[in-house]
């Protein structure tokens, strides 16, 4: 047996704020946002709309597109660093709002790293105690935790959500090999403050440029396979320089590499399942490729996992 995806569904809020916006707000510029990272623009959530909220409506879609109900669910897991408070946590209110009586439910705190961390726990329940069916969700309302004030990270982050029912596929497809990762001491150069999010830039730079090629190599050798045999990267969008550089590492032509920063910017949790959605959407994945996806967060946390795309 091994897990793999039986579908799959987003949110993103209704709300674009552009970098022509931030012009007016803060000393910054289109410019200087888009050379540097990327980003055109992102999703900001309304006032009323919560982290619970994203991943529920993510969740419906997902559970619609894997063809299941939500009472067959056996599992919820919530990847998020932005949870609605302390507790309860975003699973239990999800499992609540959902239905999904006979799921147990818990989140998970791996920041940007966090759907991969969820999406390898789940295998794990998977092919080791029988689950059938397994919800993953990358969420987060960054929104609410960002220094407005900031230039250097005010324009990086959006808001957003991705899920996944995950469940036993055929042999040949699913997730064939993962690796997770964190270095507790780089965890000052990426964190949240009293006054929103901080991040040493450079440092943080330095880190996802080195994690996301070696992780992604390295789930390659794990599955037997070569940098030739990558149908299409997903890396955590977070700069599309950070991107280039995973990409060159695998050798792969620009057109097999994910590309959705530049609409939503930085979701960090979400960021993966919002890009894998968005290809399935146009076409770019397709039944049978294999997909390399690898993110890198605060803790600092990585994460990365090669999959053969289809049930």
């Known amino acids: 047996m091994r897990a793999g995806a039986l579908g799959v569904g987003r949110y993103l ?23 540097r990272t990327g980003i055109e623009e992102r999703r900001i959530a309304g006032d009323d709309v919560d982290t619970s909220d994203m991943a529920y409506e993510a969740a419906l879609k997902a559970i619609e597109n894997a063809g299941t109900k939500a009472e067959d669910l056996d599992m919820i897991l919530v990847a998020t660093v932005t949870p609605d408070r302390p507790f309860p946590s975003v699973a239990t209110i999800l499992q609540e709002r959902l239905g999904a009586t006979k799921a147990s439910a818990m989140d998970l705190s791996a920041a940007c790293a966090g759907f991969m961390y969820g999406m390898v726990t789940a295998k794990q329940f998977i092919e080791n105690a029988g689950y059938q069916q397994v919800l993953v969700v990358g969420v987060e309302k ?9 230039r250097n990270t005010a324009v990086l982050f959006g808001d957003g959500a991705g899920a996944m029912v995950l469940g036993p596929v055929e042999e040949s497809k699913g997730i064939l090999s993962f690796e997770l990762g964190s270095d507790g001491s780089g965890g000052k150069h990426l964190y949240q403050a009293e006054e929103g999010i901080y991040m040493n830039g450079r440092e943080v730079f330095k ?15 794990k599955a037997g396979l070569t940098k030739e045999d990558v149908d299409y990267l997903i890396p955590h969008q977070a700069n599309i320089r950070i991107m280039e550089a995973s990409r060159q590492r695998l050798e792969l032509p620009i057109e097999k590499m994910s590309m959705t920063v530049n609409k939503y910017g930085n979701t960090s949790a979400a960021s993966i399942p919002i890009s894998l959605i968005e290809d399935l959407e146009t076409g770019r ?5 294999l997909l390399v996806m690898v993110g890198f967060g605060g803790g600092l946390t990585w994460g990365a996992i090669a999959m053969r795309w289809g049930k």
């Open 207 to 221: 880190f996802a440029v080195r994690q996301m090629g070696e992780s992604s190599i390295n789930v390659l050798e």
């Open 13 to 35: 809020p209704e709300k674009v704020v552009t970098n022509l916006d931030l012009e007016k707000q803060m000393d910054t510029s289109d410019e200087w946002i888009r050379t």
């Open 285 to 289: 994945i397709k039944d049978g490729d």
């Open 142 to 150: 960054l929104s609410k935790i960002t220094n407005w004030d900031d």
